[in-house]
């Protein structure tokens, strides 16, 4: 039987930070606020000119040079992003070029703030079908672009980054198992109204900027996540005392918290990068990742529970055996 295993991570961060103090001078709110509702005291935002395929690219050098894999060995670029540089060619065909790949199967995955995890079920996939040895997985996303920065519900959130991981085939696992949900009959409550062939050259009633109800969302994403892990621990035929860590997105701290405690899993085994990140959608869980794992706590053999939730919805998991 043929596992993909995570042999390098990296992630990358843009170097302007946005306080929650700078917040307090754009719009009505403060950092009380911010940090008692959601654990965020400061995110990173993309310098002008500054993209989701340059973020892309710093986080998969970094993440193929843990691995010690040249560009050129890679069979497969997945890359979740809603932020895409153009709309076509895929950022995942320019970072393939930038990197040098060419020639390997290239492409994006939409599906908002899972773009990494769904990135990382399919590229699974393929290496466990046999199809492919040497997987790029990237999660990549410059929010800031569509953050509406006078809406106090919603811009407080959101931040860029970007992370990246190397699949490689193996005997040994390995990801253990993936489970990819959605349910487009929540569209309306986080979406962005601008697309191509909708809206793209209206002058709408919304601008194209993230609209989002984020207290029903909330609602849904708890109750989801907690059906989710208990879904993943069946799957991989294990008990949630087997999970040694949490890498959950980080949308808000008291989400994660309620995963935490749904999996009894103490808050020291929980990857928190909330209050420094904030929410940068597919960038989140591989950022979260790639810091837990240069911390050096993580050993071989332990289990990783990986999880996000996101505009769709989409909801989605892995188990992996680090
Ligand atoms: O990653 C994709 C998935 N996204 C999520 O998982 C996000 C899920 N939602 C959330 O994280 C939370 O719902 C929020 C952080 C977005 C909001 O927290 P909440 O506890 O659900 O607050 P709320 O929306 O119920 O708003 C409570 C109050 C409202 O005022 P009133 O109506 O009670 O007078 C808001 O107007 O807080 C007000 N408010 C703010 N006040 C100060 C909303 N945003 C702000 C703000 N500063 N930035």
Redesign the pocket.
């Given at each position: 039987m043929t596992f993909a295993r995570i042999t390098g991570t990296g992630s990358y961060l843009p170097e302007r930070v946005l306080s929650n103090a700078d917040l307090e001078k754009m719009?009505?709110?403060?950092d009380e606020?911010?940090t008692t509702?959601?654990g965020i005291r400061e995110r990173r935002i993309a310098a002008n000119g500054e993209t989701t395929g340059d973020l892309a690219f710093h986080a998969a050098t970094r993440a193929l040079e843990a691995a010690g894999v040249k560009a050129s060995e890679l069979d497969a670029i997945v890359l979740g992003t809603t932020t895409p540089d153009l709309i076509f060619p895929s950022t995942a065909c320019l970072l393939q070029s930038r990197l040098g790949a060419n020639g390997c199967m290239a492409f994006d995955v939409n599906a908002?703030?899972c773009g990494f995890m769904y990135a990382l079920g399919i590229a699974d996939k393929f290496i466990r079908a046999g199809q492919t040895k040497k997987a790029l997985v990237v999660g990549s996303e410059t929010l800031s672009r569509m953050t509406d920065w006078t809406d106090?519900?919603t811009c407080?959130?959101f931040g860029d980054g970007a992370g990246a991981v190397v699949l490689e085939a193996d005997k040994e696992p390995g990801v253990l198992t993936t489970l990819l949900h959605a349910d487009g009959g929540y569209a309306d409550l986080?979406y962005n109204p601008v697309g191509v062939s909708k809206g793209f050259k209206e002058d709408g009633r919304h601008g194209n900027t993230i609209m989002?109800e984020?207290?029903k969302?909330?609602r849904v994403?708890v109750r989801a996540l907690e059906r989710l892990v208990d879904e993943t621990i069946a799957a991989a035929n294990m008990h949630a005392d087997n999970v040694d860590w949490l890498i959950p997105?980080q949308?808000?701290l008291?989400?994660i918290r309620a995963t935490a405690e749904r999996l009894q899993l103490p808050m020291d085994r929980v990857v928190i990068t909330v209050d420094k990140h904030g929410?940068t959608?597919s960038g989140s869980v591989p950022l979260a990742l790639d810091e837990l794992i240069r911390t050096g706590k993580v050993q071989r053999g332990q289990n990783l529970l990986l999880e996000a939730?996101?505009?769709g919805f989409t909801w989605s998991s892995a188990m992996i055996r680090y």
């Amino acid at each position: 039987m043929t596992f993909a295993r995570i042999t390098g991570t990296g992630s990358y961060l843009p170097e302007r930070v946005l306080s929650n103090a700078d917040l307090e001078k754009m719009v009505d709110t403060s950092d009380e606020w911010i940090t008692t509702r959601t654990g965020i005291r400061e995110r990173r935002i993309a310098a002008n000119g500054e993209t989701t395929g340059d973020l892309a690219f710093h986080a998969a050098t970094r993440a193929l040079e843990a691995a010690g894999v040249k560009a050129s060995e890679l069979d497969a670029i997945v890359l979740g992003t809603t932020t895409p540089d153009l709309i076509f060619p895929s950022t995942a065909c320019l970072l393939q070029s930038r990197l040098g790949a060419n020639g390997c199967m290239a492409f994006d995955v939409n599906a908002a703030c899972c773009g990494f995890m769904y990135a990382l079920g399919i590229a699974d996939k393929f290496i466990r079908a046999g199809q492919t040895k040497k997987a790029l997985v990237v999660g990549s996303e410059t929010l800031s672009r569509m953050t509406d920065w006078t809406d106090r519900n919603t811009c407080v959130l959101f931040g860029d980054g970007a992370g990246a991981v190397v699949l490689e085939a193996d005997k040994e696992p390995g990801v253990l198992t993936t489970l990819l949900h959605a349910d487009g009959g929540y569209a309306d409550l986080l979406y962005n109204p601008v697309g191509v062939s909708k809206g793209f050259k209206e002058d709408g009633r919304h601008g194209n900027t993230i609209m989002m109800e984020g207290n029903k969302v909330f609602r849904v994403a708890v109750r989801a996540l907690e059906r989710l892990v208990d879904e993943t621990i069946a799957a991989a035929n294990m008990h949630a005392d087997n999970v040694d860590w949490l890498i959950p997105h980080q949308a808000n701290l008291r989400i994660i918290r309620a995963t935490a405690e749904r999996l009894q899993l103490p808050m020291d085994r929980v990857v928190i990068t909330v209050d420094k990140h904030g929410n940068t959608s597919s960038g989140s869980v591989p950022l979260a990742l790639d810091e837990l794992i240069r911390t050096g706590k993580v050993q071989r053999g332990q289990n990783l529970l990986l999880e996000a939730f996101g505009g769709g919805f989409t909801w989605s998991s892995a188990m992996i055996r680090y």
